[in-house]
T-cell receptor
Framework: NAGVTQTPKFQVLKTGQSMTLQCAQDMNHEYMSWYRQDPGMGLRLIHYSVGAGITDQGEVPNGYNVSRSTTEDFPLRLLSAAPSQTSVYFC??????????????FGPGTRLTVL | DQQVKQNSPSLSVQEGRISILNCDYTNSMFDYFLWYKKYPAEGPTFLISISSIKDKNEDGRFTVFLNKSAKHLSLHIVPSQPGDSAVYFCAAIPVSTGNQFYFGTGTSLTVIP
């Protein structure tokens, strides 16, 4: 049981490049989410999904796309990277957040730098 | 607009003493609260939670207190240990959606041996 895995661990992009941050979980969790962590800002929700085929925006969705074609995977796409997207990105999952306010399990994070 | 606030960015405590981490929130619709612990280069891990129907929840050395009228919660760690040194985030979930966590900005705890 690997829990929540994220790839890559580190990434450097140039402004305007696109890329996909990968997230997978093997716990059969319905709920998955993406956060970014910035100094002094805590963790801010980018997008989330309550099940395969269902996604919604969080606090800071601009510049990011997501899709949820399977229960296991929840990739985050940066369409045209900007320096303001330099951050640490965390993926998280939980069994069924809405029903029972379960705790979220977090991945180890991806440190992204946009030059 | 930060709905969950942790006003102390850092806290230092001697080993064996009590650590008290504070969190304030503004949204009265929040009905479930959690504390997460984060070590450098790792993802946050769940520590303890409390429902709004309670005012206290204990788990070993960790106790969370909730004061709904003051919109305030606190995490007490007794006794503090050097391994407790980490960043602590509080989080809240509103009744209306139940789908979004709102996190505070974090408090970095250092336990001095």
């Amino acid at each position: 049981n690997a829990g929540v895995t994220q790839t890559p661990k580190f990434q450097v992009l140039k402004t305007g490049q696109s890329m996909t941050l990968q997230c997978a979980q093997d716990m059969n969790h319905e709920y998955m989410s993406w956060y970014r962590q910035d100094p002094g800002m805590g963790l801010r929700l980018i997008h989330y999904s309550v099940g395969a085929g269902i996604t919604d925006q969080g606090e800071v969705p601009n510049g990011y796309n997501v899709s949820r074609s399977t229960t296991e995977d929840f990739p985050l796409r940066l369409l045209s990277a900007a320096p303001s997207q330099t951050s640490v990105y965390f993926c998280a999952s939980s069994y069924n957040l809405a029903a029972s306010y379960n705790e979220q399990f977090f991945g180890p994070g991806t440190r992204l730098t946009v030059l | 607009d930060q709905q969950v606030k942790q006003n102390s960015p850092s806290l230092s405590v001697q080993e064996g003493r009590i650590s008290i981490l504070n969190c304030d929130y503004t949204n009265s619709m929040f009905d479930y609260f959690l504390w997460y612990k984060k070590y450098p280069a790792e993802g946050p891990t769940f520590l303890i939670s409390i429902s709004s129907i309670k005012d206290k929840n204990e788990d070993g050395r960790f106790t969370v207190f909730l004061n709904k009228s003051a919109k305030h919660l606190s995490l007490h760690i007794v006794p503090s240990q050097p391994g407790d040194s980490a960043v602590y985030f509080c989080a809240a979930i509103p009744v209306s959606t139940g789908n979004q966590f709102y996190f505070g900005t974090g408090t970095s705890l250092t336990v001095i041996p």
